[in-house]
């Protein structure tokens, strides 16, 4: 079940980054019903993968010291990156892929603090996906990138926002070390 999330989930993801497929889906499907059943499936994988997802002590590596040493920095950096993807910041305008970045240290911080197979599966596939994810972008033509974004419509970037991005990352990485647990059945002590 775990593993079949894993394909569901990231197969779908995958398929923005196809830009003829995209584009394809959603003409023949329509944007509403494209986004629909590319949530929909893509939930499906989430679920599959929360109740598949068994951490075991098959341990592949050594846990990171480091990493423990600096998570809250690591998942500060994070939230912040996650956070100003929605917003018009500076931080999006100069990094460009901030969700992308923002799943990569995530990732790698995961990564490191937790080297069971499961883990690495699941840690190391949104690690590689996000990798995945920027480079195609970068990779992608003028004329694809005016056709995904037709009126060009990125807000100018404001500092407030960018200082809203880091006050909610705060909120967030506290909110994230205080209740880890609770979210996930992990303990960070």
Do not use: C, Q
């Not at 986004?35 to 109740?51: N, Q």
């Amino acid at each position: 079940m775990f593993k079949t999330g894993i394909i569901i989930f990231f197969g779908i993801h995958l398929v923005p980054l196809i830009s003829k497929l995209r584009f394809y889906l959603k003409d023949n499907l329509g944007e509403s019903l494209y986004m629909s059943l590319y949530s929909l499936v893509a939930l499906a994988g989430l679920v599959l993968i929360i109740l598949g997802y068994e951490s075991s002590s098959n341990f592949l590596f050594s846990i990171n010291a480091n990493a423990y040493l600096y998570k809250e920095y690591l998942m500060f950096v994070s939230f912040v990156l996650l956070i100003a993807t929605s917003m018009p910041t500076y931080i999006k305008k100069i990094t460009r892929h901030p969700m992308s970045y923002g799943m990569i240290v995530w990732a790698s911080l995961h990564l490191l603090v937790n080297p069971d197979l499961s883990s690495v599966i699941l840690f190391g596939s949104f690690l590689a996906y996000s990798i995945i994810s920027v480079l195609i972008a970068e990779l992608r033509t003028e004329e694809t990138n005016k056709a995904l974004n037709p009126t060009n419509t990125l807000a100018s970037p404001k500092v407030t926002f960018d200082v809203l991005s880091i006050i909610l990352a705060v909120f967030f990485t506290s909110l994230a070390f205080h209740f880890h647990e609770y979210f996930t059945g992990v303990n960070l002590v």
